[in-house]
């Protein structure tokens, strides 16, 4: 078992940035792709950017790509998402996810675990 647990979340304007945060524990962390997949209301869940766990490959959403960044800190047992010049359509929960795989998969029912979820809310 992995459990995740993510945190970061928050109201913040349009333009602004913010970090989140997903700290694990149980098995080895290491060992997992690592995503952050967001839903917002009345949509699915759509899968933002992802890390393989050496840090060599990484993955973004056409959507976020150039203002987002994924990163991990193995010895943390932690995974970073960087968000940069926040849109309102960026509002969403955003949930880390933990796939033991050796490649960044954008299908969400390909990871095993899953975070609680942090609320990101951008305003115009």
């Known amino acids: 078992q992995v459990q995740l647990v993510e945190s970061g979340g928050g109201l913040v304007q349009a333009g602004g940035s913010l970090r989140l945060s997903c700290a694990a524990s149980?098995?080895?962390?290491?060992?997992?792709?690592m995503g952050w997949f967001r839903q917002a209301p009345g949509k699915e869940r759509e899968f933002v950017a992802g890390?393989?766990?050496?840090?060599?490959?990484?993955y973004y959403a056409d959507s976020v790509k150039g203002r987002f960044t994924i990163s991990r800190v193995n010895a943390e047992n932690t995974v970073y998402l960087q968000m940069n010049s926040l849109k309102p359509e960026d509002t969403a929960v955003y949930y880390c996810?933990?796939?033991?795989?050796?490649?960044?998969?954008?299908?969400?029912?390909?990871?095993?675990?899953w975070g609680q979820g942090t609320q990101v809310t951008v305003s115009s």
């Open positions: 996810a933990a796939d033991r795989a050796f490649r960044v998969v954008v299908t969400a029912g390909e990871y095993d675990y």
């Open positions: 149980g098995r080895t962390f290491s060992n997992y792709v």
């Open positions: 890390i393989n766990w050496i840090s060599t490959s990484t």
